[in-house]
C-alpha cells in the first residue's frame, strides 16, 4: 500500500457541516444527446441507513443518461462524503471524474485544480459552473478529456498534494481489487507528503468485512454451495470472497477468533488487485 493513504480514513463519517457551505449546482434541463438534469425538493432522507429529517426543504439534482438511468446526483450523502473527502484536500489537487461539482466547491485549501473526466458531455455541464465558482476564489482550474487510470499509468510525476478519485458508480466491495489498482498508480504523482483520497473505500471496506464475517460463521462445508447460489447479479460479490473461502478451507471460525479472521480478510482484501 503506498505512503500517502489513510485506510482507516472513512468519508462516510456522520457530520452536518455540510448543510452550511452553499454549493453551486448543474442547471436543470435537457442536454445534447438526451442527457437531462431534473431536481427534486426533499426534507427526509437516509443517509448511510440513518433517517434523518431536514430542516427545510433541500434542493438535489440528479443526472440522467438518454436512457433514463440515473447516472449521477448530489443527495446528502453524496454531499456529506465529498464535505468529508475536501477536508482531507490540500494543495495542488487532481481529481479523477468531475461528477456534479460538488467536492472542489468543498475545499478550502486547494491551490489549484486539475479534472480528468472521461465524459465530455459532464465536462460541459459542470466546467462552467466550476470555472464561475473557483474564478472567484483565484484557483486556476484545468479540465483534461481521459480516463484518470490510463492518464495516471502514461502521465509523467505530477507532483500533486492530493488525488481524489470518484470514478466508480456504486460501493460495491467487488470493486475493490480495481480501485487499488488506481490508488497505486495515483501514489507515483503525489508531492512528498501528499494523500490520495478514494471514495467510498472504508465504506466498501467495510462492506466486505461484514461478508467475511458471515461467510467464515458457517460451517465449512456449507461456504460453496452458498456462493454458488447467488444470483448472476451478485457474482462480482462472490469472486472477491472465493479467496476467503480458500483461506480458510476446512477450517471452523469460532466465535472468538472471528476479530483475527476478519482482520485477515480486510488487509487482503486492500492489498490485491484487479
Request: hydrophobic letters at 45%.
Amino acid at each position: 500500500m503506498i505512503e500517502g493513504f489513510d485506510p482507516a480514513f472513512d468519508d462516510a463519517t456522520w457530520t452536518l457541516d455540510w448543510l452550511r457551505e452553499p454549493v453551486a449546482q448543474v442547471p436543470v434541463g435537457v442536454y445534447e444527446d438526451g442527457y437531462r438534469v431534473e431536481r427534486e425538493f426533499i426534507e427526509d432522507v437516509a443517509i448511510f441507513g440513518r433517517s434523518y429529517r431536514l430542516d427545510s426543504p433541500l434542493d438535489v439534482r440528479g443526472l440522467f443518461a438518454p436512457d433514463g438511468t440515473l447516472w449521477m446526483s448530489d443527495t446528502p450523502q453524496e454531499r456529506m462524503m465529498m464535505y468529508n473527502n475536501a477536508g482531507q484536500t490540500r494543495g495542488h489537487v487532481l481529481v479523477g471524474g468531475a461528477g456534479l461539482g460538488l467536492y472542489p466547491q468543498y475545499c478550502r485549501e486547494m491551490a489549484s485544480l486539475t479534472v480528468v473526466e472521461r465524459s465530455p458531455v459532464v465536462i460541459r455541464l459542470v466546467a462552467p459552473l466550476l470555472k464561475a465558482v473557483l474564478d472567484e476564489r483565484g484557483i486556476p482550474l484545468r479540465f483534461l478529456v481521459g480516463d484518470v487510470e490510463t492518464f495516471l499509468a502514461q502521465a509523467g510525476p505530477g507532483g500533486y498534494d492530493t488525488i481524489f478519485l470518484d470514478t466508480w458508480s456504486r460501493l460495491d466491495a467487488a470493486l475493490l481489487p480495481a480501485i487499488n489498482r488506481l490508488r497505486e498508480l495515483a501514489g507515483r504523482h503525489l508531492a512528498p507528503g501528499g494523500r490520495v483520497l478514494l471514495w467510498g473505500y472504508r465504506w466498501m471496506v467495510r462492506l466486505f468485512e461484514e461478508a467475511c464475517a458471515t461467510l467464515l460463521m458457517m460451517p465449512p462445508d456449507e461456504r460453496d454451495a452458498v456462493l454458488a447460489d447467488r444470483e448472476q447479479t451478485a457474482a462480482r460479490s462472490a469472486a472477491v470472497l472465493l479467496p476467503v473461502i480458500e483461506m480458510y478451507r476446512g477450517q471452523s471460525v469460532q466465535r472468538w477468533e472471528l476479530d483475527a479472521a476478519v482482520a485477515k480478510c480486510r488487509a487482503w482484501i486492500m492489498e490485491t488487485q484487479a
